[in-house]
T-cell receptor
Framework: GENVEQHPSTLSVQEGDSAVIKCTYS??????FPWYKQELGKGPQLIID?????GEKKDQRIAVTLNKTAKHFSLHITETQPEDSAVYFC?????????????FGKGNQVVVIP | DADVTQTPRNRITKTGKRIMLECSQT?????MYWYRQDPGLGLRLIYY???????NKGEISDGYSVSRQAQAKFSLSLESAIPNQTALYFC??????????FGQGTRLTVV
């Protein structure tokens, strides 16, 4: 099945700097790549996603880029703020029609230092 | 009100006891999931259901069972709890576009 890996496991950034988290996936048939943010004591929440027919997607301070050839995708957070401190999970799937499910990475702890 | 609601939020139980974690959703999704979260291990899929008559094992189903009572309800049972089942458990739903929506989680401690 699909194997998703995230790097680094922990990332500390100064407030106002940018943060980048990278994920790699193993199944070239995967075509849907979401990112989830988990704040302390809460469930993961979808923050941005991208499909394989798009190379980049932006939503205010966050963006996701996809490199299908290298089989990796990255989350970019610009102008980081303390509220960006959380665990971030990437995931991949071949679309949910049929018997396909999201495969999650192990998560990245992002710490924004004021 | 939350779209995906889990009860209880916290539970301490003894080894060997049977325990049920409940999940209900108001999003109208057919697909529901149970995940387990342990530090450093991410989200691991226990069971999933694509409709009321469908139940499928995930990657770590041993020691667990589920029941899909209705489109909106999906419960997870530990028939005989053991300490290494101590974890944070999440219920989730997904829409046909693939977007998953998680509950707030149930923190289970088996002593």
């Amino acid at each position: 099945g699909e194997n998703v890996e995230q790097h680094p496991s922990t990332l500390s950034v100064q407030e106002g700097d940018s943060a980048v988290i990278k994920c790699t996936y193993s199944d070239s048939a995967s075509n849907y790549f979401p990112w989830y943010k988990q704040e302390l004591g809460k469930g993961p929440q979808l923050i941005i996603d991208i499909r394989s027919n798009v190379g980049e997607k932006k939503d205010q301070r966050i963006a996701v880029t996809l490199n299908k050839t290298a089989k990796h995708f990255s989350l970019h957070i610009t102008e980081t703020q303390p509220e960006d401190s959380a665990v971030y999970f990437c995931a991949a799937s071949k679309g949910l029609y049929g018997n396909n499910r999201l495969a999650f990475g192990k998560g990245n702890q992002v710490v924004v230092i004021p | 009100d939350a779209d995906v609601t889990q009860t209880p939020r916290n539970r301490i139980t003894k080894t060997g006891k049977r325990i049920m974690l409940e999940c209900s959703q108001t999003k109208g999704h057919d697909r529901m999931y149970w995940y387990r979260q342990d530090p450093g291990l991410g989200l691991r899929l226990i069971y999933y259901s694509f409709d009321v008559k469908d139940i499928n094992k995930g990657e770590i189903s041993d020691g667990y069972s589920v029941s899909r009572q209705a489109q909106a309800k999906f419960s997870l049972s530990l028939e005989s709890a053991i300490p290494n089942q101590t974890a944070l458990y999440f219920c989730a739903t997904s829409d046909l576009q693939g977007r998953a929506f998680f509950g707030q989680g149930t923190r289970l401690t088996v002593v």
